[in-house]
């Protein structure tokens, strides 16, 4: 049975950067296809990205596109997720799940929290 756990999450400032990560274990990811979401308070979970176990296909949220990355290392076991030009609005809890491209998403991690001040 696999475990996410994310991690990597902090407080930065308008137009900052910073890198997810999230660490499987119990499972290699390798052959899977992950995704990352994010939820503010009061709001639904939002999509944020996506990447297939082929490093074939990318697909990022229309919120995100062209500043958020998504990429991973198999042999660490490790997806990641790099954020640049942060703005207020991306401020949410970030998790990440097995899944997409066709598959639902389960094994979600736990979150982790980014907060971005203007």
């Known amino acids: 049975q696999v475990q996410l756990v994310e991690s990597g999450g902090g407080s930065v400032q308008a137009g900052g950067s910073l890198r997810l990560s999230c660490t499987a274990s119990?499972?290699?990811?390798?052959?899977?296809?992950m995704g990352w979401f994010r939820q503010a308070p009061g709001k639904e979970r939002e999509f944020v990205a996506a990447?297939?176990?082929?490093?074939?296909?990318?697909v990022y949220g229309d919120s995100v596109k062209g500043r958020f990355t998504i990429s991973r290392d198999n042999s660490k076991n490790t997806m990641y997720l790099q954020m640049s030009n942060l703005k207020p609005e991306d401020t949410a809890v970030y998790y990440c799940?097995?899944?997409?491209?066709?598959?639902?998403?389960?094994?979600w991690g736990q979150g982790t929290q980014v907060t971005v001040s203007s």
């Open positions: 990447d297939d176990w082929s490093g074939g296909r990318t």
């Open positions: 119990g499972r290699t990811i390798n052959g899977y296809n």
């Open positions: 799940a097995i899944g997409g491209f066709g598959t639902p998403y389960g094994a």
